[in-house]
């Protein structure tokens, strides 16, 4: 069970939409917006108010790769890898990435939660490749430098 | 009229919703693994791939019949991408096909050899995913699954459950409940239809015929047997019977040469049931509580009331189901002879049900904390059991079941299809016991294969409302309209599995119309063919009640509501 302030915020969204079932995907986007991650808990909530069996609503919310079960960094960083990204060395930007921020293979978030790190296919931006974003804010034209640069300004070390 | 060409013949269309049917009904056998025709059409398995005079391809389940419309079901483009599909499908299917329990009846296997595939290109890199044995009725080996979505589709348009969904995408798309949980954690019924129309061993039936084989073999155990209404009427399908044919007498013959020590029959129980119901019912008429009454054979539609309509558990009847009542009786029967030889009776019950697997480890069916039956087997598990036993069913001579739990009514084995255990009821609380007054009951509307079925019977100065569903989906849409004050009932009866358990989820495959037709003819036969028609001529009955259940009642054939 979450807080009760997570099944307010849920009702809130709701009622913006109403209760069919054609709702779903605006209301969870909603909930992700809010809390920058889909809590499971709330999705079974929501399906249960759409009248949704909870099996439709985990098949909708796993069909899409933006919606995401687990907690998010405060900076969600997507480097882009599509193919003009990444015959322009996507791959040493994400390479510098995980170095700067000591993760894993497979671990997509800094322990410090400060950090969350993804991939994405193509963000539209091909002619300012390479290209990363930070929630949302673009970074043309990067290099692993401007990486080291960038993760320090995040961290407020600068 | 109009028509259209299929392989150079003129078929007529006569309002068949897509080519596949047309096919079909011009004698080509198409192969397909996701349609049917009780489901919505889904599309994916592109077996029924046809070709039209353009050389378009076309997935002939999905399209329209057009007039003047020319295709080919057979040709060199076809064959090739129908064996390419196959072949893909192989290629991260597990092969092991001599040790899976659907060697013989699989339609992977089936339809790789009629179509005729004879070596796999492709290496298999499909990670192996855990099996999943949370269920007391369904296995489920997500590793053998083609996603082809029958059960997803059956799960949540015929049985209005959906347990399981797709999830994931591309090739990481799984079938699986919400969140990767265990089928023991979601709302699923346990009825089994999903392995009903599962073409594959992905989910197959949680088997328990080790258990009884090492109960036979035990001789400190007294094993007792009961047999379910619906299965004599499908066993003998699998061994060159005619449809529906009655093979009671060769299962109780064939059990007794395994070793059974006793077996008897369930209908007994469920005239015990007709009369512990019936009581039931006028007792809530005449105080006009907790009405409708819905019954409580189906354990199925039991689990499917409780989580998905709470506000309606206290509705269904107290009584247990037959099977319940028999184990509890019998073993009340055999309790002073145990004590005495020093003996353990031990029930198995041979069912067409996976639910009833679950049934049995509720709480509130056992008797002084005690679990009544000990193991449930499906029809198709007997039918395992027969032929391991190497008995030659269709050469055996019939034998009766023992007494006293041998002997039953017609009413009984109505029980066995949708509208049968009302029809039994009514017979029971009908004034005149005659002819006449038989066939007004059965031609009151409770019989036929409607999913939601009304009928109004004049009971003293009442008109008593009754409503008979099959198929969870009807249920629900029953309650929908009772919540919503748009029908008011009296009665209601519910069985999970479309048509009632002739179709049940144990029950042996292949099951098409035809075949739950014939089953449904065979309980009427058994029905018409018995000496009593009704529980309360049952003579043995009045004997158990004065000799074993009087002053028991509530505690043998009745839940322990206050368990759970």
Redesign the interface.
Known sequence: MLEQSYYDKADEIIANYGTEARWLIPIIQDVQTEYRYLP?ELL?YIAGKLN????????VA??YENFS?EKKGKYVIKVCDGTACHVRKSTAILDRLYKELNLKKGQHTTEDMMFTVETVSCLGACGLAPVLTVNDEVHAAMTPEKVTALIKELRGEN | MDYMTIDGRCVPIEGEKNILALIRKAGIDLPTFCYHSELSVYGACRMCVVEDERGRILASCSEQPRPGMVIRTNTTKIRKYRKLIIELLLASHCRDCTVCTKNGNCELQNIAFKVGIHAVRFLNNREQVPIDISSPSIVRDPNKCILCGDCVRTCAEIQAVGAIDFAHRGSNMEVTPAFGKELADTDCVGCGQCRVVCPTGALTIRTNVTDVWNAVADPKKRVVVQIAPAVRVAIGEKFGFPKGTNVMGKIVAALRLMGFDKVYDTNFAADLTIMEESKEFAERLKNNEKLPLFTSCCPGWVKFCETKYPEFADNISTCRSPQGMFSAVVKEYFAKADEEEGKETFVVSIMPCTAKKGEILRPDNFTDGRQDTDSVITSVELIRMIRQAGIKFDEIESEAPDMPFGMASGAASIFGVTGGVTEAVLRHVSEDKDHKALSQISFSGVRGIDGVKEATVQLGDREVKIAVANGLANAALILENIKAGEAHYDFVEVMACRRGCIAGGGQPLPMGPRTKAGRSDGIYAVDRESQIRFADDNPVMSQIYEDVIAGKEHKLLHRNVENV
């Open positions: 499971p079974t949704i069996t909870e099996a439709k609503a985990y098949s796993t069909f079960f």
